[in-house]
């Protein structure tokens, strides 16, 4: 099953807005990562937050970690066209000597000119 | 400017062939992954490598092995493709330091079909 769950898995939004992304997962984790992937290209890995760490902000990104409720938001502020893309959260927990890096089913964000 | 290459954008295979997909890195990166990614179901974990020679298997590896002969490459192979193997396939890598997580550089990604 997956571990990481994206809400809303689609999103549409006016240019300029904020558009805020949450990640639900089952288990402990070790730290959470974020990551865009245009349509039909690679993943591009955007913010890495430690599960000691309760906040985290790269330019217009700013990410949250609550693991009490295990969940993180993934907030975009002042949205462009560009940002249109899907978005997925990643888990890292430890497993048998390495570390399981699982993917949720990613937010599609449209952010309208 | 760093990256993932893989060698196919778009490949169709016919039922039953034997298809490699390859994957060549040039950050000097210790661990390679292969994902597939289906709509719907996200991103699944087909095969991994921490090391050159080394192979461990991931969520659903099936149908696929791997090899990983050098560092910078790390190959996908469907033995007998099927038609329940089309999908997007991307490999990834990232850095392996004890007591670190680093993120994953991702290639652009194969689009498989198979007839």
């Known amino acids: 099953s997956q571990q990481g769950e994206e809400d809303p898995q689609a999103l549409s939004i006016q240019e300029g807005e904020n558009a805020t992304m949450n990640c639900s997962y089952k288990?402990?984790?070790?730290?959470l990562q974020w990551y865009r992937q245009n349509s039909g290209r690679g993943l591009v890995h955007l913010i890495l937050i430690r599960s000691n760490e309760r906040e985290k902000h790269s330019g217009r990104l700013r990410v949250t970690l609550d693991t009490s409720k295990k969940s993180s938001s993934l907030l975009i502020t002042a949205s462009r066209a560009a940002d249109t893309a899907s978005y997925f959260c990643a888990t890292v927990a430890r497993g048998r000597g390495y570390q399981k890096v699982t993917f949720g089913t990613g937010t599609k964000l449209q952010v309208i000119p | 400017d760093v990256k993932v290459t893989q060698s196919s954008r778009y490949l169709v295979k016919r039922t039953g062939e034997k298809v490699f997909l390859e994957c060549v890195q040039d950050?000097?990166?210790?661990?390679m992954f292969w994902y597939r990614q289906d709509p719907g179901l996200g991103l699944r974990l087909i095969y991994f490598?921490?090391?050159?020679?080394?192979?461990e298997k991931g969520d659903i590896p099936e149908g696929y092995s791997v090899s990983r002969e050098k560092k910078e490459r790390f190959s996908l192979i469907l033995e007998s493709a099927s038609t329940n193997q089309t999908s997007m396939y991307l490999c990834?890598?990232?850095?392996?330091?004890?007591?670190?997580?680093?993120?994953?550089?991702f290639g652009s990604g194969t689009r498989l079909t198979v007839v």
């Open positions: 288990t402990s984790i070790n730290n």
């Open positions: 990834a890598s990232s850095f392996r330091r004890a007591g670190y997580t680093y993120g994953y550089t």
């Open positions: 490598s921490y090391d050159v020679k080394m192979k």
């Open positions: 950050m000097d990166h210790e661990n």
